[in-house]
């Protein structure tokens, strides 16, 4: 093993200590650790947080910022955050319009960020939970019940933050959220693993001209292992497990992010985008906006997952607005 860290236990503390450093938008609490923006609290709006397990950088801190989070709680990696760190996390940030959890589909975010959620509501600060469940490579996983939640995190996340900032009530920021979750699906294919660094060998094997279809952030197992192809014929078997999904048709939109899992040059990356963008033209879907680069990474794993989101003019609309994050940071040009 072969990684730019200090103390392996200590990598996560070594990390947001970083971003501390170089990210002066961001505040950085620890003990317990979790993420805030560094701007005044605004109190009509509806405060997002976010986290889960490291090792997915840079989700879930890196978007954490105007137009989008609010507060994000890193747990260990690939380990849900504890619940009190959740609720320290939603405690600062926490405003009268309320609090808005988004939790992608692992057992153990589930749990704590319920849990974080009840001790809100029992302290009068009205809550609301949405599941992000987008990966369709399979119903039931290691760390699951039901469908992982993906690449559609960013989406949702920006969306929902939009929505937040425009002032929209809790329970519409929720429907918006959950609209553009229920609109999104997402699967992915590794090369090789990834290695913890407290662990110290790859999560799972896997031979030299071998993919894991259907891969899971965390490495866990997909619809089948398979031989290496070239990219259009992987991209194709993605494009269908996706599109049997979300039956897209001809006039449709879409938001689709091509996302490194860590390991993946982004030339490669621009391959696997050319082959969505011919996917789309030869489908009338029109390809409204994409994102190529690593959103949701698994530490150094190489590979990718497709993400597409079915969109309409509203949905757009918040895309488009400002977003000020470490990672998306952009103003509509009108």
């Known amino acids: 093993m072969k990684k730019l860290i200090n103390d392996p236990t200590a990598v996560v503390g070594d990390a947001l200590d970083g971003m501390a450093a170089v990210h002066p938008s961001l505040s950085v609490h620890r003990n317990p650790d979790?993420?805030?923006r560094d701007d005044a609290r605004n109190t009509g709006k509806v405060a997002l947080i976010s986290g889960g397990g490291s090792g997915?950088?840079?989700l879930h801190c890196g978007f954490v910022g105007k137009g989008m989070l609010d507060a994000a709680v890193p747990g260990a990696i690939f380990a849900s955050p504890s619940a009190n760190q959740i609720h320290e996390a939603a405690k600062h940030?926490?405003?009268?319009?309320?609090v808005l959890f988004i939790v992608k589909n692992y057992t153990g975010d589930r749990l704590n960020f319920q849990m974080a959620a009840d001790l809100l509501r029992s302290s009068g600060i009205d809550t609301e939970v949405v599941i992000v469940d987008d990966d369709v490579?399979?119903?039931?996983?290691?760390?699951?019940?039901?469908r992982r939640g993906t690449g559609a995190t960013v989406v949702v996340e920006k969306i929902a933050g939009a929505a937040a900032e425009a002032g929209l009530p809790l329970a519409e920021v929720a429907d918006i959220a959950r609209r553009v979750n229920d609109n999104s699906a997402s699967i992915g294919i590794a090369l090789t693993s990834s290695i913890v660094p407290h662990i110290g060998q790859p999560?799972?094997?896997?031979?030299p001209d071998e993919i894991e279809f259907g891969v899971g952030i965390h490495g866990e197992p997909?619809?089948?292992?398979?031989?290496l192809r070239p990219a259009a014929e992987l991209f194709t078997d993605m494009a269908n497990a996706i599109n049997s999904e979300l039956e897209l048709q001809t006039g449709d939109e879409v938001i689709a992010i091509v996302n490194g899992l860590g390991g993946t040059p982004l030339i490669e990356l621009y391959v696997m985008a050319n082959e969505l963008a011919k996917f789309t033209e030869q489908h009338g879907i029109t390809l409204s906006r994409a994102l190529v680069?690593?959103?949701?990474?698994?530490l150094e794993m190489t590979g990718c997952t497709i993400t597409l989101t079915r969109v309409t003019s509203d949905l757009l609309d918040y895309w488009d607005a400002t977003v000020d994050?470490?990672?998306l940071n952009w103003t509509p040009t009108s």
């Not at 999560?203 to 031979?207: A, H, K, R, V, W």
């Open 56 to 58: 997915h950088e840079p």
């Open 293 to 298: 680069g690593s959103y949701v990474t698994a």
């Open 203 to 207: 999560n799972f094997d896997i031979g």
């Open 93 to 98: 940030v926490a405003t009268d319009a309320g």
């Open 137 to 146: 490579a399979v119903e039931d996983s290691t760390h699951t019940a039901g």
């Open 222 to 227: 997909g619809r089948r292992r398979a031989a």
């Open 34 to 36: 979790y993420v805030t």
């Open 325 to 327: 994050t470490p990672v």
